[in-house]
């Protein structure tokens, strides 16, 4: 191996001399762009650090000597920090990109970081000695939890690009969100900026740049042993073995490395959006295309472009710096890149897969599948009937309803209930639709942006308006679910909407509005609670006539879903073969693109932006062996609807007098579901 | 995650199941007799003028933020207070709401199981949040039919105000700046307009943080940016409660130790008070700055 690996390396070093220009454009449009990036923020820097400089010594007062020590314990630090930290992340993306073969990957497109915060959240709140033992410890253990979830859905389609950084979001999301709701659900006065400071680069003392500094020299010293494989890896898979390459080893090895890196970076600072993925496309787009090009560039260019953000950020911001996150600002700005990555993504629709071999031949289905549902029916209606009549009593017990609260107890919980289920139905029609538009088993409403969307509405109601009523909420959320769904159709007009482009369109989308509202939110206003409550989808607000609106809703949409049924049993075909067979692909697509949209804005009104349960749902159904469409989504909504309303039920339930958001709950059932989803088969 | 019932919520009820016939069966239609409160505020005030409410919301953090006056044995706990719990609100039949502006997004729905008054103290306006404690003071007297009770109360506490300042006064205090840690790097500065603020100026403190910040009172600042208190002698007054970390992480922070802060003696924690609270709470507050200042001058 390692003469074939010689011989090899030596045939790169013939080329690169004979193209000696070549070779040396490849490294100068790169150093450009680092070099102007990092003397744009050495400028900026330089106006912080003249004045202290400048100053008399010894400093003449208190305050000009507060102003030195200021300089060099707070501002020096964080600059070195951001140097690091945007390194770090930097070299991860490049790795990730590179082992991967995808221009999307990334720390936070493929839910490391999230799942690193997610830890240490739940670390600080559960078990805060572990963090003494080692948060760099915890960070690793999150986002290589994370890591392997997102890997063990790509695993299941060949490490598709998209389906890697599709199942990655979604992971990135629900730890984001859970991140936010465990530390709402903690405490009262004192949450405001726990939650939001994640991606403060600010500094109080030499410690985190003098600890990250030896891990990123670590990491440089091991990718350096990486690289020459890594070279020969460029060949391709099959010249690459052909030449004694381990790959899979030297793909585990370079993944390690990544992960360790971005949970490092975690750990010491918060998550720092999409730096590592900006980085390494600048990179790349430079013309540092040969690996360790684009590694050493990838890198150098996230130093000093995460140093010019936080120096933009703290000559613009001022003493504000501290509060908006350095971290939510680089997503906010890094996140659009996304969308305009996306034409170069090479996206390869995926025919549904055959149901699982050995069940009864297509006529035997069929009639398991009409007595499923006729055995779904009268289940569902229990589920809806146990969880009207058991509720908590006074004294820590289940009771039935007590006969003289019947009235009052009922007109409470008939229109949470109702809405739960209708929210439930509609989410499970949204999913059923979405994953058989896509044939991706992870699309789902939440990741269509729309839910996002509707969290700005309601994020804007707050902050524009002192006090907005439920009505105005509602207005809110569903423009901006609207908002949404409309610029995800813009962006994705140009593809003839294809569905993976669509996805991911809104992927990014939601991805921005997570930073926006992480932005907003970093004032530590106490409306926040109000918004955070919101987005760990309580059906709490729900009046009988909201209720009504959405059940009439479901029925409607369900209704029109049912009568494209037969796109839907076709589409999963293919694009080619559905087409051939007569289906209209671009108006098929935009009426059920149209469809899972309206379901998913009108389910996000009762149950909030993330419940899983468009997830869940469609899979159960297809477990149970109902593959056409018709049955699925019948199927799908029954177990939707029971989903969220045993989700209600529980959140209302389990720590009475006090609740847990049916969204929450739904989506704390998702999680383990997924991922043993995701080990079968 | 949180304590479920109280035994003293069921041993509430219980009573409030016997006593209630008796209750209706008195007709008292005048003042209201079974009260809830949303508010800690406005609960702590209403026991302050010899009332009990029936429930409170997030009974069950009383003893952290509030603290005195205690709660009642028997006080129902009515779930959070952004999320109240509508079912133990029908159950407990109350015949008057106590609620804020900032749970104004639930009003309607309190209003159709009971009249329902809102005081609002924080409110987007602005202003003094002191002299609006003691107006919602005042109408919540005037609610509840105890305006005698209500006059009372506000003098007293005024008379309180009035003693502290007597005993500072002798002691040439240092000026204050007060915070809550929300972790090593970032605190929660309480200033002008808020409740601490007013208190300190109240008993002729001075608060040694000027700039004003959001009409709760508070400004979430970066901890190096204490070093913009000019004076040297100022002193940090920490509430709990302080995260674990905090302290001893401050200890190792050479930022931390070159402000004046670090110097032994300049830096209190003290007990906490609730800083969106009422007179109760700005009684509290001051008798235990008060108390702190004589015993440390």
């Keep these: 191996m390692r003469d074939a690996s010689r011989a090899a390396g030596r045939r790169q070093a013939e080329t690169a001399a004979q193209a000696p220009d070549a070779a040396a454009r490849a490294h100068l449009v790169p150093a450009l762009v680092a070099g102007v990036l990092m003397a744009l923020g050495l400028i900026l820097a330089w106006q912080q650090a003249a004045p202290v400089l400048a100053a008399a010594r010894p400093a003449p007062d208190a305050v000009t000597a507060m102003a030195s020590t200021l300089f060099f314990f707070s501002t020096l630090p964080r600059m070195a920090t951001a140097l690091l930290a945007g390194a770090c992340l930097a070299l991860s993306g490049a790795l990730f990109q590179m082992v991967l073969r995808n221009p999307l990957a990334s720390p936070t497109t493929l839910g490391i970081s999230a799942g690193a915060n997610l830890a240490l959240v739940a670390a600080t709140l559960f078990v805060p000695g572990l963090l003494g033992f080692g948060r760099d410890l915890v960070a690793l253990a999150g986002s290589l939890v994370a890591a392997g979830l997102v890997f063990l859905m790509g695993a299941r389609h060949q490490f598709s690009p998209f389906s890697l950084v599709m199942s990655g979001l979604v992971v990135?999301?629900?730890?984001?969100?859970?991140?936010?709701?465990?530390?709402?659900?903690?405490?009262?006065?004192?949450?405001?900026?726990?939650?939001?400071?994640?991606?403060?680069?600010?500094?109080?003392?030499?410690?985190?740049?003098?600890?990250?500094?030896?891990?990123?020299?670590?990491?440089?010293?091991?990718?350096?042993?990486?690289?020459?494989?890594?070279?020969?890896?460029?060949?391709?898979?099959?010249?690459?073995?052909?030449?004694?390459?381990?790959?899979?080893?030297?793909?585990?090895?370079?993944?390690?490395?990544?992960?360790?890196?971005?949970?490092?970076?975690?750990?010491?600072?918060?998550?720092?959006?999409?730096?590592?993925?900006?980085?390494?496309?600048?990179?790349?787009?430079?013309?540092?295309?040969?690996?360790?090009?684009?590694?050493?560039?990838?890198?150098?260019?996230?130093?000093?472009?995460?140093?010019?953000?936080?120096?933009?950020?703290?000559?613009?911001?001022?003493?504000?710096?501290?509060?908006?996150?350095?971290?939510?600002?680089?997503?906010?700005?890094?996140?659009?890149?996304?969308?305009?990555?996306?034409?170069?993504?090479?996206t390869r629709h995926r025919v549904m897969q055959a149901p699982a071999p050995g069940k009864a031949g297509a006529a035997g289905r069929r009639l398991d599948s009409a007595r499923l549902l006729r055995l779904l029916l009268p289940a569902a209606l229990l589920?809806?009937?146990l969880a009207l009549v058991i509720g908590r009593s006074p004294d820590l017990g289940l009771r039935l309803m007590p006969a003289d609260l019947a009235g009052d107890l009922l007109s409470l919980r008939l229109p949470r209930i109702l809405a739960a289920f209708a929210a439930g139905m509609m989410l499970a029609a949204a999913g059923t639709i979405l994953q058989r538009l896509t044939g991706n088993e992870m699309a789902s409403p939440e990741v269509l942006g729309i839910s996002a969307g509707a969290t700005l509405g309601v994020a804007a109601a707050l902050f524009l308006i002192a006090a907005p009523g439920l009505v105005l909420q509602l207005g809110f959320s569903a423009l901006g679910a609207f908002a949404v769904l409309a610029a995800i159709f813009l962006v994705s007009a140009r593809s003839g909407l294809q569905p993976e482009r669509v996805l991911l369109a809104g992927i990014a989308l939601s991805a921005m509005a997570d930073a926006v509202i992480g932005a907003i939110g970093a004032a530590g206003d106490p409306r926040l609670v109000f918004l955070l409550r919101w987005m760990s989808g309580s059906t709490y607000g729900v009046t009988m006539e909201g209720a009504a609106l959405a059940l009439i809703a479901a029925l409607v949409l369900l209704f029109l879903t049912g009568l494209c049924r037969r796109w839907l049993d076709l589409l999963p075909l293919g694009a080619a073969a559905a087409g051939a067979i007569g289906v209209p692909l671009r108006p098929a697509r935009l009426c059920l693109m149209a469809l899972a949209g309206l379901l998913s804005a009108a389910a996000t009104m009762s149950v909030g932006p993330l419940s899983f349960v468009g997830l869940m749902a469609p899979h159960l159904a297809r477990q149970l062996g109902l593959t056409r469409a018709a049955p699925q989504l019948l199927a799908a909504c029954l177990f939707g609807g029971m989903l969220m309303v045993a989700a209600d039920w529980i959140g209302r339930s389990a720590v009475y007098p006090y609740e847990i958001p049916a969204g929450l709950v739904s989506a704390l059932i998702g999680a383990p579901f997924l991922i043993v989803l995701m080990r079968r088969r | 995650m949180r304590r479920a019932v109280t035994r003293r919520g069921a041993l509430r009820l219980?009573?409030?199941?016997?006593?209630?016939?008796?209750?209706?069966?008195?007709?008292?239609?005048?003042?209201?007799?079974?009260?809830?409160?949303?508010?800690?505020?406005?609960?702590?005030?209403?026991?302050?003028?010899?009332?009990?409410?029936?429930?409170?919301?997030?009974?069950?953090?009383?003893?952290?933020?509030?603290?005195?006056?205690?709660?009642?044995?028997?006080?129902?706990?009515?779930?959070?207070?952004?999320?109240?719990?509508?079912?133990?609100?029908?159950s407990l039949r109350p015949d008057l709401i106590l609620t804020t502006p900032y749970n104004a997004a639930l009003t309607p729905r309190l209003e159709a199981i009971a009249p329902t008054q809102t005081f609002g103290v924080y409110t987007a306006e602005g202003g003094d949040v002191l002299p609006k404690a003691v107006a919602a003071t005042r109408g919540l007297a005037q609610a509840v039919g105890r305006v005698v009770e209500g006059e009372a109360f506000i003098t007293r506490t005024e008379a309180f105000f009035d003693q502290c300042r007597a005993r500072l006064a002798r002691l040439a205090p240092p000026p204050l700046a007060m915070l809550s840690f929300l972790d090593a790097r970032h605190a929660r500065i309480y200033t002008a307009p808020g409740l601490f603020h007013n208190v300190v100026e109240r008993i002729g403190l001075t608060n040694a943080w000027t700039p004003a910040g959001s009409f709760w009172g508070f400004e979430t600042i970066g901890i190096e940016r204490l070093a913009e208190i000019a004076d040297p002698a100022a002193r940090l007054i920490v509430l709990e409660p302080v995260p674990a970390d905090v302290l001893p992480k401050l200890a190792e922070s050479p930022l931390w130790q070159a402000l004046p802060f670090a110097r032994p003696g300049h830096l209190s924690v003290l007990p906490a008070s609730l800083m969106f609270g009422m007179l109760n709470d700005a009684v509290r507050f001051a008798r235990i700055l008060t108390d702190h200042l004589e015993q440390t001058a």
């Design chain 1, 172 to 346: 990135s999301l629900w730890c984001g969100a859970l991140a936010a709701v465990l530390t709402l659900l903690n405490d009262r006065y004192l949450l405001g900026l726990f939650i939001w400071g994640a991606g403060s680069l600010s500094q109080q003392s030499w410690t985190i740049p003098l600890s990250l500094a030896p891990k990123l020299a670590l990491a440089l010293v091991l990718v350096g042993l990486l690289l020459r494989p890594l070279v020969l890896n460029e060949l391709g898979e099959a010249g690459a073995r052909a030449l004694g390459l381990r790959t899979a080893e030297l793909r585990l090895a370079a993944i390690a490395v990544a992960v360790a890196l971005a949970a490092f970076v975690t750990s010491a600072v918060g998550v720092i959006g999409f730096i590592g993925l900006v980085a390494p496309t600048i990179a790349r787009l430079c013309g540092a295309r040969r690996p360790g090009a684009q590694l050493l560039w990838s890198t150098l260019i996230g130093a000093a472009l995460l140093f010019l953000t936080d120096t933009v950020l703290m000559t613009i911001a001022g003493r504000f710096a501290d509060f908006l996150p350095t971290g939510a600002v680089t997503a906010v700005f890094g996140s659009p890149l996304l969308l305009l990555l996306l034409p170069r993504l090479k």
């Design chain 2, 14 to 90: 219980a009573a409030g199941g016997l006593a209630c016939p008796a209750l209706i069966g008195a007709a008292k239609a005048a003042a209201p007799q079974r009260i809830v409160s949303l508010d800690y505020g406005l609960a702590s005030t209403l026991l302050s003028l010899g009332l009990s409410p029936v429930a409170v919301a997030s009974g069950e953090d009383w003893d952290k933020w509030v603290v005195e006056p205690p709660l009642p044995p028997g006080v129902a706990d009515l779930g959070s207070s952004w999320e109240i719990n509508f079912e133990v609100l029908t």
């Design chain 1, 383 to 385: 589920v809806l009937l």
